[in-house]
């Protein structure tokens, strides 16, 4: 990147928001909703123009309460699919490249295959409605942009998948897992690495071309499979004193607000012909879960 400005990182506080930042260190600045109010396009750009000489912009705020997005919508439209917009018209309006991040959940039941960017989506829930509206929003302003889809995202510290795994063994009670719901569990800090890799490479000259690229960790696993792996390393690391049991269910089977699609994996395939590619999933697990407390 040039040494013309700094990196906005708006959802500061996040998962992916927090990797970015800590690894930009004095060349990255967050926004976070402390800063701004994200339903007020007039408050963001004051906030955005107050950070100063900016070279790129990446958009890591979202609302992932994939069940609470059925029953709050708005909220879920304004954060998912308003908001990018925005960002994506402040980006260009100053010809700065901009990442957003989107979600598998774009996607339904994948049936055994891998989606490609070129695949047709079709959400099955308000959130990956919600997040295929920002990608659209996005896409409609006529600047330098790419689409990231990730998907099953954890990091040290903050509240995750993996995080309520290793909790929950440690109570010592067996846990209940779906093992149709397949996926490619992404370490935060690995998707934030490649993230600026990509944007070094814009800065080279290569245009983004407001593209969609799928990046996620190299590999895929059930929930269950993966619930056992988390436990393994979490008794490794000596995070848990011991394994419990994880007893196979269904989607089918389980009571939730949201419909969650199965068998929804990405296609890395593009970000691998430009070079980007992240860690095996088993691999960047074993070294997240030695950061983890329960
Ligand atoms: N987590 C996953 O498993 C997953 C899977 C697929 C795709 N993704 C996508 O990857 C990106 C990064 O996800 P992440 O896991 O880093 O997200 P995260 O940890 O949930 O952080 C999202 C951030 O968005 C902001 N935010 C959330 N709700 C908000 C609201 N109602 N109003 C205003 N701001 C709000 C907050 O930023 P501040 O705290 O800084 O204010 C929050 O920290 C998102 O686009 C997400 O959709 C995530």
Not at 118 to 146: C, F, H, I, M, W
Not at 202 to 218: D, F, K, V, W
Request: with cysteine; net charge negative; hydrophobic share 40%.
């Amino acid at each position: 990147m040039t040494a013309a400005g700094r990196t906005l990182v708006i959802g500061a506080n996040g998962q992916v928001g927090s990797s970015l930042l800590s690894q930009l260190g004095s060349s990255g600045v967050g926004i976070s909703r402390n800063d701004a109010d994200f339903s007020n396009q007039v408050d963001l750009v004051r906030a955005f123009d107050a950070a100063g000489p900016v070279q790129a912009v990446i958009n890591a705020a979202a609302y992932n309460n994939v069940d609470r997005a059925e029953s709050e919508r708005e909220e879920a439209f304004r954060i998912n699919a308003e908001l990018p917009g925005w960002i994506a018209e402040w980006a260009a309006a100053r010809a700065v490249p901009f990442v957003h991040y989107s979600t598998e959940y774009v996607f339904p039941d994948g049936n055994g295959v891998t989606w490609r960017e070129s695949d047709n989506p079709a959400p099955v829930n308000t959130y990956g409605e919600s997040k295929l509206a920002g990608e659209r929003a996005v896409q409609r302003v006529d600047g330098n942009s790419v689409v990231i889809r990730t998907s099953w995202v954890y990091r040290a510290g903050k509240s995750n998948f993996v995080q309520r795994v290793l909790e929950l063994a440690a109570l010592g009670n067996p846990l209940t897992m779906v093992s149709d719901q397949v996926g490619s569990p992404t370490d935060a800090a690995d998707l934030a690495r490649a993230t600026l890799a990509l944007l070094q490479s814009t800065s080279r000259g290569e245009a983004m071309n407001n593209q969609i690229l799928h990046l996620a960790g190299s590999g895929s696993v059930n929930r269950a499979e993966f619930s056992r792996a988390i436990i393994e390393a979490g008794v490794h690391a000596g995070v848990i004193r011991s394994a419990v049991p994880v007893i196979e269910t269904s989607t089918s089977a389980q009571t939730a607000a949201a419909r969650r699609p199965t068998n929804c994996v990405l296609d890395c395939s593009k970000a691998r012909v430009l070079g980007i590619e992240l860690t095996p999933w088993q691999e960047a697990l074993t070294r997240a879960v030695q950061e983890m407390r329960v």
